[in-house]
T-cell receptor
């Protein structure tokens, strides 16, 4: 069965520190993988997506993610976090946008 | 370009009442999605339209939820009668025929059922 796990419900990092948000999935084949960000009171915004090819994907706002087939993971990273990055982050997996299953989300708090 | 519009932004109703949400997608976006996001969870797809036809409504509780997109542009999602467990944020998203992999989300409607 298709599933997405984001093990960390809440993460706090200091501004300027590096960030890694974890995402593990269970899927029968190589899925489409997405990371979305949701700021308070706003809809979700796509940060990056992976379908095939280079397993290191660059996204918007300085984010990147690495697909690791052997670990069934698609972790999101940023080398230096800004206060404006505080938000909820969702990993999603599926056969395509019509078939996406979202994780429960990780809430990021940024300390000054 | 204008984003996905949704209204109302907030709605409080009592259980067993009915409620309707409206969504206007980005101009030219043929695909429209409705999601339900319960507090502490990720969004769950309720229904997907391609133009004015339903592509997938397998997770829509059809005994109380209905949705339509009569002219292939804006859409309405209705709940009748509402239950306490319907309290959630209802998100509308749309995608372009040129790149259906990217969905653009509206700000959502926060529904509270008391």
């Amino acid at each position: 069965a298709q599933s997405v796990t984001q093990p960390d419900i809440h993460i706090t990092v200091s501004e300027g520190a590096s960030l890694e948000l974890r995402c593990n999935y269970s899927y029968g084949a190589t899925p489409y993988l997405f990371w979305y960000v949701q700021s308070p009171g706003q809809g979700l915004q796509l940060l990056l997506k992976y379908f095939s090819g280079d397993t290191l994907v660059q996204g918007i706002k300085g984010f990147e993610a690495e697909f690791k087939r052997s670990q069934s993971s698609f972790n999101l990273r940023k080398p230096s976090v800004h206060w404006s990055d505080a938000a909820e982050y969702f990993c999603a997996v599926g056969a395509g946008p019509h078939d996406m299953r979202f994780g429960a989300g990780t809430r990021l708090t940024v300390k000054p | 370009e204008a984003g996905v519009a949704q209204s109302p932004r907030y709605k409080i109703i009592e259980k067993r009442q009915s409620v309707a949400f409206w969504c206007n997608p980005i101009s030219g976006h043929a695909t429209l999605y409705w999601y339900q996001q319960i507090l502490g969870q990720g969004p769950k797809l309720l229904i997907q339209f391609q133009n004015n036809g339903v592509v997938d409504d397998s997770q829509l509780p059809k005994d109380r939820f209905s949705a339509e997109r009569l002219k292939g542009v804006d859409s309405t999602l209705k709940i009748q009668p509402a239950k306490l467990e319907d309290s959630a944020v209802y998100l509308c998203a749309s995608s372009s025929p040129r790149d259906r992999s990217e969905q653009y989300f509206g700000p959502g409607t926060r529904l509270t059922v008391t």
